[in-house]
Nanobody
Framework: QVQLVESGGGLVQAGGSLRLSCAAS????????MRWYRQAPGKQRELVAV???????NYADSVKGRFTISRDNAKNTVFLQMNSLKPEDTAVYYC??????????????WGQGTQVTVSS
């Protein structure tokens, strides 16, 4: 079983920055893509950023140029640096990761979510 634990959310004024972290633990053999999603009240969950095992990245148009996703493969951790935050970035942020366990089983795990609130 693979667990993901997020941290780093909080309250920040518009224009400010936050850095989210998500650490994966358990019987991990390898991790493929790691993703950040967010869900605002009354809205569907949306993909914010993804980073592949080789380091290539993709971002939602709404966060391009402001957010940066990165990963530390040695620590099975993914980060989301969020700059120039806007009130519309307010949401619960979730990390997601999939890969193989040491028993060669595919895992697709989610974190519990961390609240990000941007005040105007």
């Amino acid at each position: 079983q693979v667990q993901l634990v997020e941290s780093g959310g909080g309250l920040v004024q518009a224009g400010g920055s936050l850095r989210l972290s998500c650490a994966a633990s358990g019987n991990i053999l390898s991790i493929n893509a790691m993703r950040w999603y967010r869900q605002a009240p009354g809205k569907q969950r949306e993909l914010v950023a993804v980073i592949a095992s080789g380091g290539s990245t993709n971002y939602a148009d709404s966060v391009k140029g402001r957010f940066t996703i990165s990963r530390d493969n040695a620590k099975n951790t993914v980060f989301l640096q969020m700059n120039s935050l806007k009130p519309e970035d307010t949401a619960v942020y979730y990390c997601n990761s999939y890969g193989l366990t040491t028993r060669s089983r595919v895992f697709d795990s989610w974190g519990q979510g961390t609240q990000v609130t941007v005040s105007s």
